[in-house]
Structure formats: C-alpha cells, structure tokens
C-alpha cells in the first residue's frame, strides 16, 4: 500500500492552477437596477395578495430596495472609512451626501465598469473625492 502512495506522490506533477473568477455578488449592475423603478407589470402580484393593487406591491418594492441600497452603501462606509478613503480636513459630508455621491456614481458608469464589485466602485468614487493622506490612515 505504501508502493502505491510513494509511486502516486512521485507521479503527481505540481500543478499550476489558474485562480478561479470570482464573480461578485452585489455587482454594479445588480445596484443600479435597485436604484430603478420597479415595473408594476413585473410585480409578481395576485388578487388574494396584501397589496390592493399591482402599483402598491410597486411601491413597496422600490422602498424595500431603496432600504437595501442604503445598507449596501452604509456598510461600504462602515467597512473602508479611514482605510480606502477619508473625511476631508475641511468638509464632512453627511451620509445622505455619500448616499447620493455613490448613486451618482454608479449611474454615471459604463456596462464593462458596473460588472464590476458595487462595493469596490463605491470606495473608487469615495477615493477620488476624499483620499487619504498616508498619515491619516487608520489601522482598523
């Protein structure tokens, strides 16, 4: 049994994996598209349903992606202030602000850019406009 083994090992030839894409979860796209509206002829939406019209169950959905837009963008903020990007010395910005910076952003992007990680896009716009000096950096 041992033969078997020492012969397998000394056969098997290093092997030279190529990294495996990983696609994001949360791409640009995906983002955007949360960003829309939400079409009424879309809505999966039936009499018995707790919605009285396909335009409410609309509604409802675009104000349930606007609350998951909103997360995705504060756990950006959460997660790379102070390493990937800082507060200016002179200007603050609000988080609705930063909301909108990275909307804007987003929207203003090319198809190519916005297959992309959402996250990783947000945090380049946050970058240009708010660099870190070397020295500000946190080490969280």
Known sequence: ??????????????????????????????????????????????PDSPFRTRAIAAEFEDARNRELVRGFIHGVHDATEGKAWCWSARYKPAPDELEEDARRALQQMSDTQLKRNAADLIVEGWRTKWPCPVDQRSKR
């Open 1 to 46: 049994m041992r033969a078997f083994l020492a012969i397998g090992l000394a056969l098997a030839s290093p092997c030279n994996a190529q990294p495996a894409g990983v696609t994001p979860w949360m791409t640009g796209h995906r983002l955007v598209k949360l960003l829309g509206n939400v079409d009424p002829a879309a809505v999966n939406w039936t």
